[in-house]
């Protein structure tokens, strides 16, 4: 007999096989390994061409493109939602003993575990950089509440997968705080850490420095994942 999970499991897979854009949402974390995989030998490759040294900016370059994966798992699911809410499937889902709590659960760790899996292995299978297990971890969680966010968001304000699509380019605008952290030399750069990924590139930083304010990196920062979450969440839950 199939668990509710197996049966939701599958017809996730049924709709992301019939929709090339989430076809090529999927494999786009595979790309961003493989990628950075190859990433010390594309660095010789601009330095022998271009006269250009990337490495002082290896840091940065981990710490952006391992939060993409998140951001397209959260696309994804958001997607699934939008398309079994269109087909009715989650009123089917409410009298079942699954319930619509039983669904959005599973609907958001999904994703949450994919982006942590994901980030973990981008980090530890590339060893582009050295980051302490306990600190990967830290970041790690956050990464997995960023991906809660963004189908969140998704579900929240988009009636249909044509504004989902336009609201997942909007969901990337809170990536910009990235290079805000690594490269605004200013104070002023604070101003955006009420953005959830802020605090990841904090979390990096002083990481890499054998900085002690890693831990409030990671506390603020899981604080503010959660602040977010939440808002989000009683959004949702609201507008149903």
């Not at 494999?27 to 660095?43: K, N, S």
């Not at 900016?57 to 981990?62: A, N």
């Not at 582009?128 to 579900?155: C, D, K, R, W």
Request: proline share 5%; with cysteine.
């Amino acid at each position: 007999m199939k668990t509710p999970i197996a049966v939701l499991a599958r017809g996730d897979l049924k709709l992301v096989v019939r929709d090339s854009t989430l076809v090529l949402a999927l494999f786009g974390p595979l790309a961003i390994t493989l990628l950075l995989w190859c990433l010390p030998e594309i660095e010789i490759l601009i330095r022998d061409r271009l006269s250009f040294d990337t490495a002082p900016y290896r840091l940065f370059i981990v710490s952006f493109l391992s939060l993409i994966p998140g951001m397209l798992f959260a696309m994804i699911y958001g997607f699934i939602i939008l398309d079994e809410r269109d087909e009715d499937v989650i009123d089917f889902i409410s009298i079942t003993p699954l319930r619509k709590e039983g669904y959005l659960t599973y609907k958001l760790i999904m994703p949450m575990l994919l982006s942590a899996g994901f980030f973990l292995m981008i980090i530890y299978a590339t060893a582009l950089i050295q980051l302490n297990p306990i600190h990967a971890i830290g970041i790690a969680s956050m990464v997995a509440l960023e991906a809660a966010i963004g189908t969140l968001f998704l579900v929240t304000f988009s009636e249909n997968k044509v504004e989902g699509l336009a609201f997942s380019k909007v969901m990337g605008i809170m990536y910009l705080a990235i290079p805000l952290v690594f490269f605004w030399n200013s104070g002023w750069h604070w101003l955006s850490a009420f953005l959830p990924p802020f605090w990841i590139a904090k979390a990096f930083i002083h990481s890499q420095m054998g900085s002690i304010w890693i831990w409030g990196d990671l506390f603020f920062g899981t604080a503010v994942h959660l602040a977010v979450l939440l808002y989000f969440l009683r959004t949702f839950l609201r507008r149903q």
